[in-house]
C-alpha cells in the first residue's frame, strides 16, 4: 500500500492546482412538459423499444430506492418485465438500469423485439408496466426482499475483489464523496416497500418519460428531481464498520505458488489442483469442468452441447429457476454453467461459510438438472435473437469469416464453423429431449478437472465434491477433439459490406504449428507485444491511432492452444475504423509491419516489453479467478507452474536476435486471412 500511495504521489503529486476553481454546475434541467420520441431507423434485424425516466443523484436517499426497482423490473426470471415480456413471447430479452451521477441521472428500460412480433405491442405493453402496473398489482415484499439481497450479495463479491472495489470507491468519489459507498450500502439494508413503491410512483410518469413514439400529451404533469443533498450535513455524523477479512500477502511467483498447490485425483478421470489461502473478504474461487463425447459421436448433437450447460443452469429437480436464483443470492454466490464442444464448465465466486452448500447445489445440476422445456424457448429465443442482431454487425462478422477460412473442415465435421444462418436453423431444431439424452449419456467423471482457490478447508471440500462424481460413469466414451494448427492457409482479403454502420471492422489470423514450450514460442510473444499486443505502447498503436488518428482500438494478439499438443499458435490482428479510411488502414497497417519486420525491434523496446508482459503476467496471478484458471490449465496439459516459471525464464532470455528472428519465420504478412466488414459503399475513399 504504501508503495502504491507512494508512486501515485510520485507521478501525480507534483501537479499544481489550477489557480481557477472549476466551476459549479450552474444549469439544471427543468422538469419536461410532454413526454419525447425518438425514432432510428438503422439496417438491422432486431427491434428495441426503450423508455427513461429522470432520476434523483447517487447521492440522494431515493436513488437505492431506484436501484432496487430496476431489480424489480429487470431480474432473469423474476423481473416484472421478464416475466410479461419475454416469458409472454413478446419480446426475447428485456434489461433495467440506473444510473448514479453527482447530477441527476436516468432510469432505462430496454426490450429487444424479434423483427416477427410487434414493436407496437411491445412499447404499450412495456409503458403499462412501468406506469401503470403499479395500482393494480403492487410492489411486493418478497421483490423488494429479493432486490435487496440480490444488491448486497454483489456488494459482497465486489468487495472481496481489490480490483473492483477500487473501481467502486473511485465512482462513488466522482458522485462527490467516497463515503457514499457506505452510506448506499446503509440505504439498501434499511429499504422498505413503501420506498420502493414511493419512487416509482413519483418517476415513473408519462410527462418523465423518453420513448420510441410520439404522443403529444393533453395535460402538463410536471416531475421535479430534488437537487443533490448537502453532502457535508448527510455525512456529518456518518461512522464507518468493521473492516472486512483482509487477504494475506501473497507471493504470486510460480515456484512460491507451485510449493503451495495440492494436487491429486478427485474420482474417475477427474483430478484437482487446490490452493488455500487467505482472502479478503473469504472468498473462493472454484472452476471446475467435465469433458466428455468424441468429434464423431457429438458432431451431430452441437445444438443439444451448446445449450446443455445452459439450461442445466436453469433448475434441478426440486428448485426451478427462480428458486435456484434466490439461493445463489442467499448464498453470495455467482454461478456461470456453460458448454463448448466436448466440455461442460462451472465457474463459481462465493463466501468459504457457504461453499458446503454452494458444492450441495453444484452437485444437485449435475446430476439432476430440471430440464424445463419453458425454459428450453425462453433460451433459444434469446440465443436466435442474439445471432439475428449479429447479421448486420462488422463487429461479429469479420471474426466469424476469419475462423470459417481458417477452418477448412467439411460440414459434417465438429470443427466446421457455421454461418450465422446455419447456426439459427441448429438452434431451432434442438429438442429437449435431445438434450435430455445428452445428459443422461455423456456426462460423467471421465475425465476432468477441478482447481480451487481462497479461503476453505481442502478435505472436507474435496470430500464434498468427490461424492457429487463418485460412481457417475458416462455411457459414451470421451476422446479430444483435435484441432490442429492450418499454417498453410493461403492469405486472402475479404470485404463484408454492413450497410448503415458508422465503424468498420478490420480483423485478420494466421496459425503456427508451434508449441508452447518452444523458446521461439517466448520470443515471438514478445515481438507481438511490441508489435501491437502492448496496447497503446505498441507499434500499431503509436502510428495508426496515435500518429494517423486512424483507429480508437488496434491490437495484435497471439494465443496458444488450450491442449498443448495441438502445438498451434494463432496470430491475430483487429482495427476498428471509420469505413471512409479503410484503405489508408490497410496501407498503414502494412507499413508498420513491413517495417517491424524488415527493421526488427530495438534493445530498448525489448527490455520494456520483457518488463511490461511479466509484470502484467504476475498481476494477473494475484487474481484468484485467474489462478483458477492456470491451474485447470495445467492439469489438464499434464503441467505445474514449474512451465510457467519455464516460459518466463525463456522470455527473460530472449534476444533482440531471436525476437527478431522469431517475427521473420512466422509472420507472413501475404499470408494473413483478413476480412473487413463495414459500410464501404455509401463512402468514397479519400485519395491516398
Known sequence: MDHALKAVNDAFGSLPVPNTPIDETYTVEPPKDGERTVVLRRVGDVQVVGAAYHIPAGSHPDYAAVKALTNVLGDEPSGRLYKEMVETEIASNVFAMAFGFREPGLLMTMAEVPKEQSIEQARAKLIDLLE?????????????????????????LESANTDKIAVSLSDWAAQGDWRL?????????????????????????????????????????????????????????YKGRAAAAAGERFDPNPEAIEERVQRGKLAGGIEYAVLPKKTRGDSVSVLMTLRFGTAESLKDKLG??????????????????????????????????????????????????????????????????????????????????????NKTEPNSLAPRKVQQMLSPYDKDDIRYVMT????????????????????????????????????????????????????????????????????????????IETPDKSNALLYSGQQYKLADSDPEYASLVLGNFILGGGSLSSRLANRVRQQEGLSY???????????????????????????????????????????????????????????????AERIGRTGDSRLASMLVKSVFNDRTMAFVAKHEEQIQSATVDSVNAALKKYVDLDGLVMAIAGDFAAVEQPAE
Open 132 to 156: 401503470n402496473d403499479w395500482a393494480k398489482n403492487p410492489i411486493t415484499e418478497q421483490e423488494v426482499e429479493r432486490a435487496k439481497q440480490q444488491m448486497l450479495k454483489a456488494r459482497e
Open 181 to 237: 459507498y457506505f452510506l448506499y450500502r446503509d440505504a439498501v439494508e434499511a429499504l422498505t416497500v413503501e420506498q420502493v413503491r414511493d419512487v416509482a410512483d413519483r418517476y415513473l410518469k408519462r410527462n418523465n418519460r423518453t420513448v420510441g413514439l410520439f404522443m403529444p400529451s393533453e395535460e402538463s404533469d410536471r416531475v421535479s428531481i430534488p437537487e443533490s443533498p448537502d453532502l457535508a450535513a448527510l455525512l456529518k455524523d
Open 304 to 389: 443439444a452441447v451448446e445449450l446443455l450447460g445452459m439450461m442445466m443452469a436453469r433448475g434441478t429437480e426440486e428448485l426451478d429457476y427462480q428458486q435456484l436464483q434466490d439461493e445463489w443470492t442467499r448464498l453470495r454466490a455467482e454461478v456461470q454453467i456453460y458448454t463448448l464442444k466436448g466440455v461442460l464448465q462451472v465457474q463459481v465466486q462465493t463466501k468459504e461459510e457457504f461453499l458446503p452448500e454452494v458444492i450441495d447445489l453444484i452437485g444437485k445440476i449435475f446430476r439432476s438438472p430440471r430440464f424445463e422445456p419453458s425454459e428450453l424457448e425462453v433460451m433459444r429465443r434469446q440465443v436466435i435473437t442474439g445471432l439475428e442482431k
Open 420 to 495: 450465422i444462418e446455419e447456426e439459427i436453423d441448429m438452434y431451432e431444431e434442438t429438442t429437449i429431449e435431445q438434450i435430455r439424452q445428452l445428459h443422461a449419456e455423456y456426462l460423467g467423471n471421465q475425465a476432468g478437472e477441478l482447481a480451487i482457490v481462497g479461503n476453505f478447508d481442502v478435505e472436507p471440500t474435496l470430500e464434498k465434491f468427490r461424492s457429487i462424481v463418485e460412481g457417475w460413469e458416462a455411457k459414451q466414451p470421451f476422446e479430444r477433439i483435435v484441432t490442429p494448427a492450418q499454417p498453410d492457409i493461403p492469405g486472402a482479403v475479404v470485404t
Open 553 to 615: 482500438g488496434v491490437r495484435s494478439g497471439l494465443t496458444a492452444a488450450n491442449f498443448a499438443e495441438d502445438e498451434k499458435v494463432s496470430f491475430t490482428l483487429y482495427a476498428i475504423t471509420n469505413p471512409a479510411n479503410k484503405d489508408k488502414l490497410l496501407r498503414v497497417i502494412r507499413e508498420e509491419v513491413v517495417r517491424v519486420l524488415e527493421d526488427g525491434v530495438t534493445e530498448e523496446e525489448l527490455e520494456q516489453a520483457k518488463g511490461a508482459y511479466l509484470q
